[in-house]
């Protein structure tokens, strides 16, 4: 071996060899120096531009939410400072410890834990996800002093939607809810997805703040901030603040004093009450019970609320005035009095009552057994009796009745902004035709079925607001129309012209007449529903409309009253009416679901209601103009 | 002890130490001082977590380096076929006890220390190849069946480090022996015929799926790094951003933005002299890669004054690792090839790695002072 050692051949080989490489290490390393020039000195202005917009973004700083207040200014939608904890993954370290540690000051249970690590990892840990929110002061406080024990968390304020009068507007406001997918994919959000994607962004999801989405939700300033890598904000820049804009208010129509008396009176049943001012169309109360808290919903609803809700035989998601559709039953039959007067019978006309009335081949029975004995066409109303107009229907054609329904506001719907309004039923020729479409044997119009309608009953359907436009219709002789929204941000919309109808007044008195002697008359049907105060004159209509027709076999049975039958069989209670009577400017429509009886459940509760609107009388008070609320407070707000 | 230590009983300790090659040490020093720089700023100014530990390490393998220099080059003779072969079956052993990381295994766990065998492979390919050239004739490197074992020795830790999977150490450990080969006196024709037999290779391993779809993808996105901006071209644009907006002299120690943003990955090791070359410009850039070259120079020239051949083929191979790992990493984070994962060394963030390189060095500083003439008795 040591022989070969200091071999000189060998020797000489590596020097050769070892020339090669430092050369070709030179050459190569020179080529990684030549690199550098050229990415240093002579690329150099492309990169530090690509550096400086590394560095630099824009952050959407999202605006305020428009605020929705009553006609007097009362707060109905506002923004609330929302103290919540967000963490930022990458800066947690352990996330499983982190989560641990901030669950010592927050429940974090299995289900949310589950879904927070599922975000995580969804963003890959990089973007910051929403342990809670809606902390309260408190927790908030000590969560802030803890912190730097807290690896990741990050305490902020942000703006939440707030309702304060809670479910007794929740069908007018209806409520926010966070982004979807959908509301991402609206070529309306087209140039808006930032903004959508902000954490914690909500959009409308019912009611006005669905309708007025555009208008509320105000438009995104905007900030350019130092970012780093992962997007994270490390530095804003102040000077480059575009401020936002705050959406515009929305100015209502509601009364909340008069709408939370309404609530009131309706409490414990599954009901609805709409007020309107006779003169401007404006609703001042659109009351449906149960309903659900839209504070709740805003935070995102909980699965087995949400199943509770929407299982309940009461329909507390159901916004019951607008969408809720009832026979009219007896409050009809001013419609069948004036379509009996076109068609020329006078109200002089008499009918004989008996308690039933032989029609085709078989009896129709009015409410009352034993008759009303002889009746014109004001004490029918006073009365309710349903064979006189029964008789009317053998002499009228359904078209007419139809026609003068719609005069006064059945079978259509109202620009209200809500969604979700129905626009009811009232049958003709035409209707059963399109009905039947597929089974022609069946469109034939039976005479029959005009006695159903002339009542109120058969196919005829209405919502309690049509009903409550129907009372108004009557009183004024006009084409009342209502509205909710009064002004939006400083554009107020005009007080609306309602034309009047094309009936007499002689004729539309014959029917205001039988409304004011149902109530104010001896006799009446709902002389319960008085005025405590008599110098003011309630004029009203009862109804009660038939949701299940006891069997002959039932009958036998021995089962006769209501009160026996189970509770989604019972009769609907309604009652319309309008006051003061003199000069008519509320008009009102209280639909009790299963009410029985429309004097017992309906009635009294109207009264109870118009006893508030007619104490505190709105129509005389000034409405908020647009613009008299202060945009100075915004910065309280904001915090 | 005493003996082992000096290569003689006419010199004393302190002369040894005063005969070890200065320069060499403080070039050595100067880069790794530049590592430490440039942690203390990854870490935000901090000597937590990485230059504090950077300039311990850097201390402890100096004096690694120091005593494996004045131990006789005779020794490290002797023990390099056993290195080798302990560098080999701890290779073999990582896929039984290894620690997975990031989809490769690298890694075995010895009590409280990680220790990657590829790492010690890389000094024991050297060793052990020049340890095979020094006994065999000049005539015998090109003969046939003399390649069969320098291509075993090459193969194997080759074949070991491939399937962990470690593409980058593979290459090198490879490229290494290679080298050595050709530095040994191969004929230019064997030569061809092994060019030839690699491309061949590579072109293999592409199209049987050898390779992982993380080192395709790496190796795709090397050729047009542009196309996919936020892919796996995003580090390497980074990267080429960090260093071009470093400018002529740079943004300025603990000034340069990609740096602090976090706009690239592994700051602390595979990207560090993007980090360097952003803060300091191309002037420190240029500067770094200078020393460097000073480093190998002065490396290759300690070789060729070295008295056995073993001496100055070892000597040589270190010279060759530690060039390849300045090439690689700093083609990478330029751009000039593909993103393999190499370190920068004495500079990246990495004890392995930093032990690697200054044993090495240690074998050189024994060449050194196996050099002189009283010393020929070898």
Known sequence: ?639 | MASIILPGPRRGVQDQLGRLHWPLIIMLSLIAGAGVATLYSVGGGSWTPWAGTHAFRFAVSLIVMIVIGLISIRYWLALAYPIYFVALIALALVPLIGEVNMGAQRWIEIGPMQFQPSEMMKIGIVLALARYYHGIRAEQVSHILYLVPPLLMIGAPVGLVFLQPDLGTAIMIGATGSAIMVLAGLSWRLIFLGVVAAIGGAIAAFRFGVLHDYQLKRIFTFLDPDSDPLGAGYHLMQSKIGLGSGGLVGKGYMMGTQRELNFLPEMQTDFIFTIFGEEFGFVGAFGLLLLYFAVIMTGMNIALRARSHFARLAALGICVTFGLYVLINAGMVTGLAPVVGVPLPLVSYGGTVMLTIMAGFGIVMSAHLSRDPDGASL
């Open chain 1, 1 to 639: 071996m040591r022989v070969n050692s200091n071999d000189p051949e060998k020797k000489e080989a590596v020097s050769r060899r070892a020339a090669l490489l430092g050369g070709g290490f030179s050459l190569l390393l020179a080529g990684v120096g030549a690199r550098l020039f050229q990415l240093q000195i002579a690329d150099y202005e492309k990169y530090q531009r690509l550096a400086q917009e590394n560095q630099f973004n824009t952050r959407i700083i999202a605006p305020l939410r428009g605020e929705i207040v009553d006609r007097f200014g009362r707060t109905l939608a506002s923004n609330r400072q929302n103290f919540r904890l967000l963490l930022m993954p990458d800066e947690a370290g352990d996330i499983e410890e982190a989560l641990g540690k901030i669950g010592r000051f927050v429940d974090i249970s299995d289900d949310k834990h589950a879904r927070l690590l599922r975000e995580i990892s969804r963003t890959r840990g990089f973007a910051p996800v929403e342990i809670v929110n809606n902390l309260d002061w408190d927790d908030f406080s000590r969560i802030n002093y803890e912190l730097p024990h807290l690896p990741g968390a990050h305490p902020e304020v942000s703006e939440t939607r707030n309702y304060p009068l809670g479910n007794a507007t929740a069908f007018v406001v209806g409520y926010v809810g966070a982004v979807t997918d959908r509301d991402l994919q609206s070529p309306e959000n087209e140039k808006q997805q930032i903004l959508l994607r902000q954490p914690g962004f909500k959009v409308g999801r019912d009611g006005l703040e669905r309708t007025y989405e555009r208008e509320l939700r105000g438009v995104a300033g905007a900030m350019d901030v130092r970012v780093n890598a992962h997007g994270r904000v490390i530095e804003e820049i102040k000077d480059t603040i575009r401020p936002p804009a705050q959406g515009e208010t929305l100015g209502l129509t509601i009364d909340a004093d008069l709408q939370l008396a309404a609530m009131k009176a309706l409490e414990g049943e599954s009901a609805s009450a709409v007020v309107i001012d006779i003169e401007t169309g404006d609703v001042l109360v659109l009351a449906s019970t149960p309903a659900f808290d839209p504070n709740i919903f805003t935070k995102g609803i909980p699965t087995d609320l949400w199943r509770e809700l929407n299982s309940s035989p009461y329909k507390p998601l159901l916004n019951k005035p607008l969408g809720g559709i009832y026979p009219p039953g007896s409050t009809f039959k001013m419609i069948t009095a004036i379509s009996a007067m076109r068609a020329g019978v006078k109200p002089s006309f008499r009918v004989r009552c008996n308690g039933k009335f032989w029609y085709g081949n078989r009896f129709f029975h009015c409410w009352k057994r034993g008759g009303h004995g002889s009746v014109d066409m004001k004490n029918s109303l006073k009365h309710s009796c349903d064979t006189y107009f029964y008789t009317l229907a053998t002499q009228l054609d359904v078209d007419l009745i139809a026609d003068t329904a719609r005069k006064f506001g059945l079978d259509q719907t109202f620009e209200l902004g809500i969604p979700g309004q129905h626009s009811g039923v009232v049958p003709d020729r035409d209707w059963k035709r399109r009905y039947y479409a597929g089974s022609p044997e069946n469109q034939t119009w039976f005479p029959g079925e005009t006695l159903s309608v002339a009542i109120g009953q058969g196919s005829v359907s209405a919502t309690p607001l049509q009903l409550a436009v129907m009372a108004a219709r009557i009183a004024s002789g006009k084409e009342v129309r209502p509205r909710i929204v009064r002004f939006r941000g400083d554009l107020e919309s005009p007080t609306p012209q309602a034309q009047p109808i094309d009936l007499s007044d002689e004729q539309l008195d014959v029917v205001r007449e039988g409304m004011y002697a149902v109530v104010n008359e001896p006799g009446g049907t709902a002389t319960r529903s008085a005025f405590d105060n008599r110098e003011w004159k309630l004029a009203g209509k009862t109804g009660t409309s038939q949701v299940y027709r006891i069997t002959n076999e039932e009958r036998a049975r021995g089962l006769t009253k209501p009160e026996d039958l189970p509770w989604a069989r019972r009769d609907h209670a309604l009652f319309v009416c309008f006051a003061p009577f003199e000069s008519p400017r509320y008009a009102c429509s209280v639909v009790v679901e299963h009410g029985i009886g429309g004097a017992r459940m309906a009635g009294p509760k109207a009264k109870e209601i118009m006893t508030a609107v007619m104490t505190k009388d709105p129509a005389k008070l000034k409405p908020l103009s647009p613009g008299a609320l202060a945009q100075g407070d915004e910065t309280t707000r904001r915090g």
